[in-house]
């Protein structure tokens, strides 16, 4: 890729692909003509697996404030307390890391954030899961931008550790089953409760999904802009959301 092919593309997508080219690594980001925010999307737009996509998940280290990404197979999910145990050694959790966390720290905005070529040093993982394949596709800058490279490339660029931080699907699906029986008993009745309790069972960790509405509380089953807005809702709404959050949970128990 020529400089002056590089002028034509976004300033991220740019950045990403110097990296690439002072690399010597023989693939350039490609744009495409929609948006592929979530692995999904890009599995469909590139005509390839879901698995092999190496999409970027961001974590806030509460203790410094530094970016921890971890980039794992499209058909997999981060399991947090892995995260943790490799990424903070001093005993403290990782937090929810929000669109301005994630352009800030990694100077690209959720949905095309690069494994490559950041704005401020991040902590980096790689998921084993991406070891099956021998061809995989990252995020290249832009919601539009990708690139094409090998998992051992990707250690390569990276210089990135490669460790098991994939959900067990197992005690996923056990531990959901716990969470749904434990918010069920705080559900109100018309008989027993003339206000509606708070959901919370003190598990707060948010699901990863693509989307504030689509990411769901793991101890409540609620947004966070639900969980913000639940001290100041009235009775009734809060009786809604609760008719919203046990739907929510019949959904995910089927």
Same mark, same amino acid.
């Given at each position: 890729?020529?400089?002056?092919?590089?002028?034509?593309?976004p300033?991220?997508?740019?950045?990403?692909?110097?990296?690439?080219?002072?690399?010597?690594?023989?693939?350039?980001?490609?744009?495409h003509?929609?948006?592929?925010?979530?692995?999904?999307?890009?599995?469909?737009?590139?005509?390839?697996?879901?698995?092999?996509?190496?999409?970027?998940?961001?974590?806030?280290?509460?203790?410094?404030?530094?970016?921890?990404?971890?980039?794992?197979?499209g058909?997999?999910?981060?399991?947090?307390?892995?995260?943790?145990?490799?990424?903070?050694?001093?005993?403290?959790?990782?937090?929810?890391?929000?669109?301005?966390?994630?352009?800030?720290?990694?100077?690209?905005?959720?949905?095309?954030?690069?494994?490559?070529?950041?704005?401020?040093?991040?902590?980096?993982?790689?998921?084993?899961?991406?070891?099956?394949?021998?061809?995989?596709?990252?995020a290249?800058?832009?919601?539009?931008?990708?690139?094409?490279?090998?998992?051992?490339?990707?250690?390569?660029?990276?210089?990135?550790?490669?460790?098991?931080?994939?959900?067990?699907?197992?005690e996923?699906?056990? *531990?959901?089953?716990?969470?749904?029986?434990?918010?069920?008993?705080?559900?109100?009745?018309?008989?027993?409760?003339?206000?509606?309790?708070?959901?919370?069972?003190?598990?707060?960790?948010?699901?990863? *999904?693509?989307?504030?509405?689509?990411?769901?509380?793991?101890?409540?089953?609620?947004?966070?802009?639900?969980?913000?807005?639940?001290?100041?809702?009235?009775? *009734?709404?809060?009786?809604?959301?609760w008719?919203?959050?046990?739907?929510?949970?019949?959904?995910?128990?089927?």
């Amino acid at each position: 890729m020529c400089g002056a092919e590089l002028k034509t593309l976004p300033e991220g997508v740019q950045r990403v692909a110097a990296v690439l080219q002072a690399s010597g690594h023989p693939h350039a980001p490609v744009m495409h003509d929609d948006a592929a925010r979530t692995a999904q999307q890009a599995a469909d737009a590139l005509g390839v697996a879901l698995g092999q996509i190496a999409k970027s998940i961001v974590f806030r280290r509460k203790s410094d404030e530094v970016a921890v990404l971890v980039i794992i197979s499209g058909d997999q999910r981060v399991d947090e307390k892995k995260v943790e145990a490799l990424a903070c050694p001093d005993g403290r959790r990782l937090g929810r890391a929000d669109a301005e966390f994630v352009k800030s720290r990694t100077g690209f905005s959720i949905g095309g954030v690069s494994p490559l070529a950041h704005a401020t040093p991040t902590v980096m993982l790689i998921d084993q899961s991406l070891l099956r394949f021998d061809e995989i596709w990252a995020a290249a800058g832009h919601p539009h931008a990708m690139f094409q490279l090998s998992p051992q490339q990707l250690q390569g660029l990276t210089g990135a550790p490669v460790a098991d931080l994939a959900v067990n699907a197992e005690e996923d699906k056990l *531990a959901l089953q716990c969470a749904i029986e434990q918010v069920r008993l705080r559900a109100p009745t018309p008989a027993t409760q003339a206000d509606a309790l708070s959901p919370c069972i003190s598990i707060c960790r948010m699901s990863e *999904a693509s989307g504030a509405d689509a990411s769901l509380c793991k101890g409540c089953f609620r947004t966070a802009g639900e969980i913000s807005a639940w001290s100041r809702a009235s009775d *009734a709404d809060k009786r809604s959301l609760w008719k919203t959050i046990e739907q929510r949970m019949d959904a995910l128990a089927a």
